[in-house]
């Protein structure tokens, strides 16, 4: 009950902190999804973003293939499984 299925379900961009230099170059290729906190650091919007917004969704790939640290990935959700938490 309560339960919103999305068709193709959504994604979160991703970061791996321990990877990041925090130059901040993801809040230029995504800004949509990414700011940055006043050192740099990429604060990730963290609302589920439905895989059916293919301009978000090609920015996020944007971020990930512009990382110079390899430290986004885009992380898929399904809808299939249940409700995501939080
Ligand atoms: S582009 Fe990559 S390394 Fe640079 S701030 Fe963003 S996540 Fe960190």
Request: aromatic fraction near 6%; include cysteine.
């Amino acid at each position: 009950m309560g339960v919103v299925r999305r068709r193709s379900g959504g994604f979160v961009l991703k970061v791996n902190p321990i990877l990041c230099d925090g130059y901040g170059h993801c809040h230029e290729l995504a800004p949509e999804l990414v700011n940055v906190d006043e050192w740099g650091y990429p604060i990730i919007k963290t609302a589920i973003t439905p895989l059916s917004d293919l301009a978000t969704l090609e920015s996020a790939r944007y971020a990930v293939r512009g990382c110079p640290r390899q430290a986004l990935r885009v992380e898929r959700l399904s809808d299939d499984p249940g409700p995501t938490r939080r």
